[in-house]
């Protein structure tokens, strides 16, 4: 996969296209000349993104309102994916952390993280895989987190699901990249992109260190793509905390996150 920005004709498809990282990926690719389709909920924000892109860079900018916790809203850009010019780069962005701990969790809120975090991945990821492997050129993102790499957040079922986007992805991969199509999960940890204010999630006392910018995210991301990265971890404390997460015994980790809040979205989608 390659973002040559002489290269006529590359398109991609970005969920949870209208803010933070989402909006950073659509962003950075503009500039570099990619043309693309966005997918967000809001159609009106939609237009927005589409219309300052188009504005600034001269791209083509299709837009696809939907939501993709339900199947009709998987169904619409499956249908993009399979048909019409086609998508050199699928940016699965779009994703959900619920401010409550399991035990007071719903059934109908946990299946709709899950459909959107895993249903909708996979969904998009098979759809997407298909035109890309016929033609011998693609690839795949999606956006995990450090979270999914051990259990940091006692009580949420959002590592869970990142923790099977990264696993999904690494296997995936290696399936097709003999065909020359490249997958990578992306596992940024905590980054500032409005997720926690919209939600109403007080993050005032997490330091001011540990924060990320979606901005360089978004660039570690698309260089890690170009080296042909399994797994991208942008920034070197991040890194080492998966270092540590995948090699340090899970009692010390039991009790060095036990009194973490539940509720927290790293990577703040």
Not at 17 to 41: H, N, Y
Not at 57 to 73: C, K
Not at 143 to 171: D, H, I, L, N, R
Not at 209 to 224: C, H
Request: glycine share 10%; proline share 5%; aromatic share 6%.
């Amino acid at each position: 996969m390659t973002a040559d920005r002489t290269a006529p004709g590359r398109r991609a498809l970005i969920t949870g296209a209208t803010a933070g990282i989402g909006e950073s990926f659509a962003r950075q690719l503009s500039a570099e000349g990619w043309d693309l389709i966005l997918v967000a909920r809001d159609a009106t924000r939609l237009d927005a993104t589409a219309a300052e892109l188009t504005g600034r860079y001269g791209n083509r900018v299709e837009v696809i309102p939907a939501d993709l916790s339900t199947d009709d809203g998987c169904g619409r850009v499956e249908r993009r994916l399979a048909t019409g010019d086609p998508v050199h780069l699928l940016v699965n962005n779009a994703g959900l952390s619920l401010s409550r701990p399991f035990l007071r969790s719903t059934v109908a809120d946990e299946t709709q993280l899950l459909r959107l975090n895993v249903h909708a991945v996979l969904r998009l990821t098979l759809a997407a895989l298909g035109p890309m492997t016929e033609r011998g050129d693609g690839a795949v993102i999606n956006v995990s987190s450090v979270a999914g790499f051990g259990p940091v957040m006692p009580g949420s079922t959002y590592p869970a699901s990142k923790a099977w986007v990264t696993s999904f992805s690494e296997s995936i991969g290696q399936s097709t990249r003999a065909s020359g199509v490249h997958v990578m999960a992306l596992c940024p940890g905590y980054t500032r992109t409005g997720y926690h204010e919209r939600t109403g999630i007080d993050m005032s006392a997490m330091p001011r260190w540990i924060w990320l910018r979606a901005d360089d995210v978004v660039a570690e991301a698309l260089r890690d793509l170009r080296k042909g990265k399994t797994v991208s971890v942008p920034d070197w404390k991040y890194k080492l905390a998966v270092a540590s997460l995948r090699h340090v015994p899970r009692r010390l980790l039991r009790g060095a996150f036990r009194d973490r809040p539940g509720q927290l979205d790293p990577a703040g989608e």
